[in-house]
């Protein structure tokens, strides 16, 4: 299967969600037998790859990364997240591979990639004639974008998002029309475009998980009364959870003694600001690694109202045994049972009452996590992962 895949940038390194899956993806592709070539932005942290190279039998074909404004994606007929890629390079570079095929299938790596989609199907105009068509989705980005706009509390703001949910939402409904296979990262994602397209061929592919496994770790009462969330806060959906969560959370948290820690890469300017308003939180900010700030931790949290998806972050938390508490309808697409594996909570005041309630039961603690990893252990697996996307794609 020689195979055209587009996507954001180089995900190396794989610090968020995205590149996680991204390339996981790729890799599981290759490992698979594809003949892989990628087309993206470079990144400027991601130096010892350039454009043409040949990495481990995989191509890559890198623009310079120079993403383009917010104020060109203001008024481009595309979304902020696919227009940031609609460079003078990366369409020259596509096109140049386009003209090289054949190819046998193209891959639209989520819909950051969809900047592509004109110039590939003016390419084959005829869909009898063309590669087949996958749309590796990484959200259901319809709804989620257009929850997180009517969530923003700021006026302005809220319009602009709005704005950008349209065309995120016109965009998507173009790739799945067009594309012969479409994955969801969920099951609840997968239902949501069958309920707009019945006729489509959708596939559920959850993240694979490459970390340590078997790790042993006892919870004590010498570990710090610390519960952490970790992650990248880029995006605003990720800022707005986070800001939420930690004005109900850190007063309770201060009041009984417990720290919260929170561990991920964000705008400076945004983590100085929740730092002159928090007492019993930290932010530290970027980190080289995160399994030393898990294992002094006695709990992680999945606060998120707002975003939606599969959180990778859930499966560095369960192979890595710390007990999970999260918000209801938080961490689709893992086998956790509430109560069993998983404690979940209806909104950020029940979930940080919550936390209080349980980081002093170590025993409690010990349970959850060893029961989260026994549910897991042997269902993350990315070979599988690129197994069952080759596997879909030949029976097109």
């Avoid at 591979?97 to 989520?110: K, M, N, S, Y």
């Amino acid at each position: 299967m020689r195979c055209l895949w587009l996507t954001l940038a180089d995900p190396e390194p794989r610090h968020n969600g995205q590149y996680i899956y991204s390339g996981g993806l790729i890799d599981a592709m290759e490992q698979g037998g594809a003949q892989m070539h990628v087309l993206g932005l470079a990144r400027p942290e991601s130096p010892q790859r350039v454009n043409g190279a040949d990495d481990d039998g995989i191509h890559w074909w890198l623009s310079d990364h120079r993403p383009r404004s917010n104020l060109q994606s203001l008024v481009s007929t595309l979304p902020h997240i696919a227009d940031r890629s609609w460079t003078p390079g990366l369409r020259q570079l596509l096109e140049s591979r386009l003209q090289e095929g054949p190819w046998d299938t193209i891959v639209f790596d989520g819909i950051s990639a969809g900047w592509a989609l004109d110039q590939v199907l003016n390419r084959f105009p005829k869909r009898s004639r063309r590669p087949k068509l996958v749309y590796v989705s990484h959200n259901h980005e319809a709804s989620l974008r257009r929850e997180v706009a009517n969530h923003h509390e700021d006026f302005l703001k809220r319009q602009v998002l709005r704005y950008d949910s349209l065309k995120a939402a016109r965009l998507e409904h173009r790739l799945v029309d067009a594309s012969d296979l479409v994955t969801a990262i969920t099951e609840d994602d997968a239902h949501q475009y069958l309920a707009r397209r019945p006729d489509r061929r959708v596939e559920v592919l959850t993240p694979g998980y490459a970390g340590d496994h078997g790790i042993s770790r006892r919870i004590t009462n010498a570990t710090p009364r610390r519960a952490v969330i970790i992650g990248s806060f880029d995006w605003i959906a990720k800022r707005m959870n986070l800001e939420q969560f930690v004005a109900v959370a850190d007063p309770l948290f201060a009041a009984h003694g417990a720290e919260l820690q929170v561990i991920g890469s964000a705008e400076e300017s945004f983590l100085n600001r929740m730092r002159r308003n928090a007492s019993a939180t930290q932010f530290t900010g970027p980190v080289d690694g995160v399994l030393d700030f898990m294992r002094d931790a006695r709990i992680a949290l999945v606060a998120e109202r707002h975003g939606g998806g599969f959180k990778l972050k859930v499966l560095d938390y369960i192979f890595n045994r710390m007990p999970i508490l999260a918000l209801s309808g938080s961490v689709a697409g893992v086998p956790l049972r509430h109560e069993d594996s998983i404690l979940l909570y209806e909104d950020y005041e029940a979930l940080a009452r919550g936390v209080l309630q349980v980081i002093d039961d170590c025993d409690r603690l010990n349970q959850l996590q060893d029961r989260a990893y026994a549910a897991c252990r042997d269902q993350f697996d990315w070979t599988s992962r690129g197994e069952r996307l080759m596997s879909a794609v030949a029976t097109l």
